[in-house]
DNA sequence: GCCAACGTTGGC
DNA sequence: GCCAACGTTGGC
């Protein structure tokens, strides 16, 4: 199963949004941007990604899940933008800042370091495990 | 709020 | 098809 991270800014659009809707979750609408279209035609049912507050915040703060594939975005127009839809699966004990990922060395290639303007990014299973220990997230 | 980095647009 | 101009994103 693969992971991803899906970048957001609170104030628009943050983690208390998502899990206000339950089971449900949300259509990640409003994604403009070619290769993170094409990054979210990737995704299967199941995937886990990790939530990041952006510009304000600047900290990954839970964990959502994959429930529906690559389909039109009800937001756009014409049929060229396409979205998932994810839930809120579970909040990080310890939110994860961007100060942390930037001084781990672990975690040098992270695309959230190497290209911060790409709003959803692929995570490596190795990066993934390395986010969860320092969040201190217990494996289940 | 500023501005660097990046992506997109459009004139040539 | 190049590239200057413009718009947007997001860290600071």
Redesign the pocket.
Known sequence: MAHWLF?S?PDVFGWDHLTALGQAGSEWDGV????ARNIMRQMAIGDTGFF?H???G?EIVGIVEVIATAHPDSTAQDGKWECVDVRALKRLPRPVT??QI?SDDRLSDMV?VK?????VQPVSDAEWQIVLELAGHSPD
């Open positions: 970048k800014e403009r941007n070619y290769q990041y952006s510009r304000t600047l961007l100060d930037k959230l290209n911060s303007r790409l709003s």
